[in-house]
């Protein structure tokens, strides 16, 4: 028998406002997220923003799978650059003592500067309400401009500034960084050697460069060139 009922019309979903929003469209006109296998509601489909808003405030907790029920407000916990600013101070004591070299304390200064000028900690978010995808878009953020080595390097000096806040006893808890924020493996930076080729200076170049140098450089391409002193062995 033919079936004249009235079809249902069915709503169109709308798209996300932009590529990497973290919430769905849900059939039942809300935005939605699927968060540790339970499924959360933020508000309906005609105001992204405020359900963008209600997740924001609400994912830390959510995703330490307590409910919506938010930690404590933000402006009560330690923000990040206040954490870089308690770190470079520490830093610099060492510095000051001698048990730390400018170089490395101009490193860490602007691993920080980095840092937060990137999208995910620009707006000094708070250190407990960061999540793993953060640091995720944070790591790829430095690979758009550092090769595989000082990528590597940059990981590592983020990750010793925030095990120093959980070591002075600056945030209760250890930092998450998630499987996303991992160093370079040794064959991504084996294949980048490789692809730059043999880094060799030739005589004629040596004999130019020692020509037009001024002390101390003189003295220490000579160093190099004649003894194999590399930069450690030079600066001690």
């Given at each position: ?75 009560e916990c330690l923000k990040v650059r206040e954490l870089c600013n308690h770190f470079l101070t520490s830093k610099k ?20 500067d980095r840092m937060l000028k990137t999208s995910a900690f620009r707006y000094n978010p708070a250190v407990q309400d ?107």
């Amino acid at each position: 028998m033919l079936d004249t009922r009235p079809k249902r019309s069915k709503r169109k979903k709308p798209k996300k406002p932009y590529k990497h929003f973290p919430l769905y469209a849900h059939a039942t006109g809300r935005w939605a997220k699927k968060i540790r296998g339970q499924l959360f509601y933020f508000g309906p489909w005609s105001d992204p923003d405020a359900a963008l808003a209600l997740y924001m405030e609400n994912r830390v907790s959510l995703h330490a799978g307590l409910g919506m029920n938010p930690l404590p407000s933000a402006e009560e916990c330690l923000k990040v650059r206040e954490l870089c600013n308690h770190f470079l101070t520490s830093k610099k004591h060492l510095l000051d003592n001698d048990e730390l070299s400018p170089r490395t304390f101009r490193d860490y200064v602007s691993t920080c500067d980095r840092m937060l000028k990137t999208s995910a900690f620009r707006y000094n978010p708070a250190v407990q309400d960061l999540v793993s995808g953060d640091f995720a878009k944070l790591r790829t953020a430095f690979a758009k401009n550092l090769g595989p080595i000082n990528l590597g390097n940059e990981i590592q000096r983020v990750r010793s500034l925030f095990k120093y806040g959980y070591d002075s006893g600056l945030i209760d808890n250890p930092i998450r960084f998630g499987p996303g924020f991992k160093k370079p493996t040794r064959k991504v930076i084996r294949q980048a050697r490789q692809a730059n080729g043999p880094r060799m200076f030739e005589a004629e170049e040596l004999r130019a460069a020692i020509t037009e140098a001024s002390h101390p450089l003189k003295a220490i391409i000579l160093l190099a060139a004649n003894c194999g002193f590399g930069q450690g062995d030079i600066g001690n």
